[in-house]
């Protein structure tokens, strides 16, 4: 029932997802070795929020009697320079994988598949949320330049 490109499309997305929650689990590994356990932890929930991401398009083609292909993930960067640095690369990953969800849901609409629509506009509510927690991390890192301090700021109102 499902055409091939939809498959495809379906499958990138999961890949998409995998990838980064692979990205937040190494960021997460980077902030609990530089001594930030909350940040390690809030990384840790993001990466498991994006396998939950992954499970939408997997649930959708099982739907359909159809079995989610897993594509290989690359290695990921283990090394950052600042929390900074992590924190503006979180906000440029979520516009990259916003504007996939917007080209998922543009397909969806101009194929006239709805039940993909309605797929791709829950993977662009879910993006507006990522975005605006990338971007409040990015707003409050301004407020202060101690790190502990930031980092009991996550715990307490993050986690």
């Known amino acids: ?20 929650s692979k990205i937040y689990e190494q960021i997460s ?28 398009s997997k649930e959708f083609l099982l739907s359909y009697g159809i079995t989610p292909i897993l594509l290989s993930i690359p290695e990921q960067k283990m090394e950052y320079s600042t929390l900074q640095d992590i924190l503006e690369l979180t906000l440029g990953h979520e516009e990259e994988v916003t504007r996939q969800c917007s080209v998922l849901q543009e ?36 407020l202060t330049l101690d790190l502990l301090l930031f980092d009991h700021y996550i715990g307490e109102n993050y986690l």
Not at 6 to 11: A, G, M, Q, S, T
Not at 35 to 45: D, I, R, S
């Open 1 to 20: 029932m499902l055409d091939q490109k939809v498959i495809d499309i379906l499958n990138y997305r999961i890949n998409q997802e995998q990838i980064s």
């Open 29 to 56: 590994l980077w902030l609990d070795n530089k001594g930030l356990k909350n940040f390690a932890k809030l990384y840790e929930k993001y990466s498991d929020e994006e396998l939950v991401h992954a499970g939408f």
């Open 107 to 142: 397909f969806a609409l101009k194929n006239n598949l709805p039940l993909l629509q309605t797929l791709a506009l829950k993977y662009c509510s879910e993006q507006v949320e990522e975005l605006d927690k990338a971007q409040s991390l990015i707003d409050h890192s301004k």
